[in-house]
């Protein structure tokens, strides 16, 4: 079966740097688009980052832009997000997922997979 594992998220100090990986299984990696999404408690899932299958066309959240990167490795089957000048708010729980379309990369409701999610807190 389809299996998407994020690496393990962890506390972190306003400023500081995370990188988060994600591991995909069971499904052909390099024909899906792949984004990070984030859910604070009581809030909706939200975009965060998305990248291709050949990783040349990137798209980014404005409240990320320019501090966060995210990357794929297609021969490891992993996606990665680097997470540089971390702020309180982006604290949340976070999230791969798998989309066939790039296109519709920003979209929640057209990824065919996800990843069980990881903590990442921001503290002041």
């Known amino acids: 079966q389809v299996q998407l594992v994020e690496s393990e998220g962890g506390l972190v100090q306003a400023g500081g740097s995370l990188r988060l990986s994600c591991a995909a299984s069971?499904?052909?990696?390099?024909?899906?688009?792949m984004g990070w999404f984030r859910q604070a408690p009581g809030q909706e899932r939200d975009f965060v980052a998305g990248?291709?299958?050949?990783?040349?066309?990137?798209f980014y959240s404005d409240s990320v832009k320019g501090r966060f990167t995210i990357s794929r490795d297609n021969a490891k089957n992993t996606v990665y997000l680097q997470m540089n000048s971390l702020k309180r708010e982006d604290t949340a729980v976070y999230y791969c997922?798998?989309?066939?379309?790039?296109?519709?990369?920003?979209?929640?409701?057209?990824?065919?997979?996800w990843g069980q999610g990881t903590q990442v807190t921001v503290s002041s």
């Open positions: 990248i291709n299958r050949i990783g040349n066309n990137i």
């Open positions: 069971g499904l052909t990696f390099r024909n899906y688009a």
């Open positions: 997922g798998a989309n066939p379309n790039y296109a519709f990369v920003g979209t929640a409701a057209k990824y065919d997979y």
